[in-house]
């Protein structure tokens, strides 16, 4: 069973940045894929991005490219979403999530969610 917990969300302004956390407790982390995911809660919950486990590769929604960057520190597991250049469309609960399938897209099932982290971008 892997715990996730998320950080680092808050208020910001349009424009401004965010850096996410996710510490996973599992010393496995690196046999995971790891994504982030956010919900507004009048819309689906959405695909934001992916890494694979080697951090090789990485997946991104057409709307945060370019504004977004997913890492990961597998000696820390821990995986983070850099967000700069937000926008008030990117306030959302933000989840991060674990699957041991596929290369890090948002295609395939993720079995282990965090508690999420609430991002709010004023205008």
């Known amino acids: 069973q892997v715990q996730l917990v998320e950080s680092g969300g808050g208020l910001v302004q349009t424009g401004g ?62 995986v983070y979403l850099q967000m700069n250049s937000l926008k008030p469309e990117d306030t959302a609960v933000y989840y991060c999530a674990a699957t041991a399938v596929g290369d890090g897209g948002g295609d395939v099932p993720y079995d282990y969610w965090g508690q999420g982290t609430q991002v709010t971008v004023s205008s």
């Not at 407790?25 to 894929?33: A, D, G, L, V």
């Not at 590769?57 to 709307?63: A, Q, V």
């Open 17 to 78: 940045s965010l850096r996410l956390s996710c510490a996973a407790s599992e010393r496995t982390f690196n046999t995971y894929n790891m994504g982030w995911f956010r919900q507004d809660p009048k819309k689906e919950r959405e695909f934001v991005a992916g890494i694979s486990r080697s951090g090789r590769s990485t997946y991104y929604r057409d709307s945060v490219k370019g504004r977004f960057t997913i890492s990961r520190d597998n000696t820390k597991n821990t």
